[in-house]
């Protein structure tokens, strides 16, 4: 698994990780009814831990998409490269073929006639 993939999917990671804590925070809501003031108390406390830990894991998200977004642009640059480096042997190995071609074509030319009368 590539690099960016990798960051990728930590991202998701911790966007499911949030989505959920959302959804125990969102889940707090007091029961109908008498209820104690220490369990009123519990509630309300289990509820400033679960948005003190989703603030935190904004942060890392945040984080998270930064090194993903720079993976993604390192591959870029990476295929750009590649492709280029493609392209640069295609054209030199055409060269070197015109060149042979050429050195051989030189050597069947015909000869002008100072060369073929010797005799």
Do not use: F, Y
């Not at 998701?12 to 889940?27: D, H, I, M, W």
């Not at 707090?28 to 831990?49: C, D, F, H, K, V």
Request: net charge positive; aromatic share 0%.
């Amino acid at each position: 698994m590539s690099e960016a993939a990798t960051a990728e999917g930590k991202v998701v990671q911790l966007e499911g990780n949030a989505a959920r804590l959302s959804a125990l925070r969102s889940s707090l809501i007091p029961a109908t009814g008498q209820m104690s003031g220490a369990s009123l108390a519990n509630t309300g406390e289990l509820g400033q831990r679960l948005d003190s830990v989703r603030e935190g894991l904004t942060s890392a998200i945040n984080a998270a998409r930064v090194t993903a977004s720079a993976r993604a642009d390192e591959r870029r640059d990476a295929d750009i490269a590649r492709e280029s480096a493609e392209r640069l042997q295609t054209r030199a190995v055409a060269d070197l073929q015109r060149m042979i071609e050429d050195r051989m074509m030189a050597g069947i030319r015909p000869r002008n006639g100072k060369d073929t009368a010797r005799g």
